[in-house]
């Protein structure tokens, strides 16, 4: 990207900032780094340990989980260590190889939760198609499908060039101005048209949700309990959350591939630097919303985190009398 004429994708560039800055960005992204793996590890072992949560629909959530881990695992370290360093002097592939990964995470992610949105529309809107269209193998298709998908919307930056390191937030990372079509394109496939899709999910179950509690919800439409309107809340907070700390980023990315001489000079760096962190800070917030809002991953993570061994008796003992179907995320 160019900034008041001066090219920053160099893997060489240094910028020169107060120390309180690197500091501050070095701390929020180790808290990051270390709640999102420490909060996504609780929710695959949740799902895996808790017969209750072991169903078709959290195959999305487990899935999802993956999804935030990759970039904890791998690019988020090798940014912590450009931060401290004050540049990239981990090589070409390790740059290459981390802003791949880290497109991959956030595709992931909103195709992740696309699929979790119709899932959940299926699930209350056409409930009795739902175990026909989410059986256990139909659920870990979708899935696979999902991550294929993600791979392969991924790869092209491979061939456009657009995976540089930018000094200012100090990671290999997509680049704005590389192709203004592709960056456009990117906007729009990867993020604006799913957003489409979930908002339109999400306002069909509301418009249902709506129509129950005022009755005049058709006869031969199966009842929507307190346990489905609770869960749909969660993964729609997740949702919106998303929205919220991608947004930034990826207006901004339009904005510059739209008219980059006009509109680049304009966008200060600490906006640029906010948006990205922002969008980082995201991968560690799903576990977190799951805690807070259902009542069984509460549960299991603590009994994970305080008593294992009495976790696991005491799922043993509630596990097969509850039917899979209305215990999604209760």
């Known amino acids: 990207m160019v900034i008041n004429g001066s090219h920053l994708n160099s893997s060489s560039a240094v910028l020169y900032r107060p120390p309180w800055v690197t500091t501050t960005l070095g701390c929020f992204l180790i808290f990051t ?12 072992f949740s799902v895996y340990r808790n017969k209750k949560l ?20 791998y690019p988020y370290p090798l940014v912590l260590t ?16 981390s802003g791949f990964l880290m497109g991959v995470s956030v595709i992931g992610s909103i195709f992740n ?3 979790i949105a119709i899932n959940r529309y299926c699930y209350i809107c056409h409930s009795l198609k739902y175990d026909k269209l989410y059986s256990d193998k139909n659920s870990v298709c979708y899935v696979m499908l999902i991550w294929l998908l ?24 997509f680049e704005q101005s590389a192709s203004s079509a592709y960056t456009i394109a990117v906007v729009f496939f990867h993020f604006i048209l799913p957003i489409m899709i979930v908002t339109y999910c999400y306002l069909r179950i509301w418009i249902l949700v709506i129509q129950v509690r ?30 919220v700390c991608w947004a930034p980023l990826n207006l901004i990315g339009l904005a510059v591939a739209i008219k980059p001489q006009v509109v680049v000079p304009l966008i200060p760096e600490w906006l640029f630097v906010s948006s990205y962190f922002m969008a980082y800070f995201n ?17 299991e993570y603590k ?19 509850v039917p899979v179907k209305s215990t999604w995320l209760t």
Request: glycine fraction near 8%; charged fraction near 15%.
């Open 33 to 44: 780094i270390v709640v999102d793996i420490l909060g996504n590890l609780l929710v695959i």
């Open 54 to 73: 072991r169903n078709a629909g959290n195959i999305f959530v487990v899935s999802l989980a993956v999804a935030d881990l990759v970039v904890a695992i």
């Open 82 to 97: 450009s931060i401290f360093h004050n540049g990239w002097n981990l090589g070409y592939v390790h740059c290459q190889i």
């Open 113 to 115: 939760i696309t699929g």
């Open 150 to 173: 993600t791979v392969v919307a991924i790869v092209p930056n491979l061939f456009v060039g657009s995976l540089q390191y930018d000094p200012r937030v100090y990671s290999c990372t």
């Open 214 to 243: 005022r009755r005049v919800k058709p006869d031969n439409r199966p009842k929507i309990t307190p346990h489905d309107v609770r869960n749909f809340v969660t993964m729609f907070v997740v949702f919106v959350l998303f929205a």
């Open 283 to 299: 991968s560690c917030l799903n576990a977190i919303v799951y805690g807070v809002l259902n009542q069984n991953f509460r549960r």
């Open 303 to 321: 009994r994970i985190v305080w008593n294992t061994d009495k976790g696991i008796v005491h799922q043993r003992g509630e596990g097969s009398t």
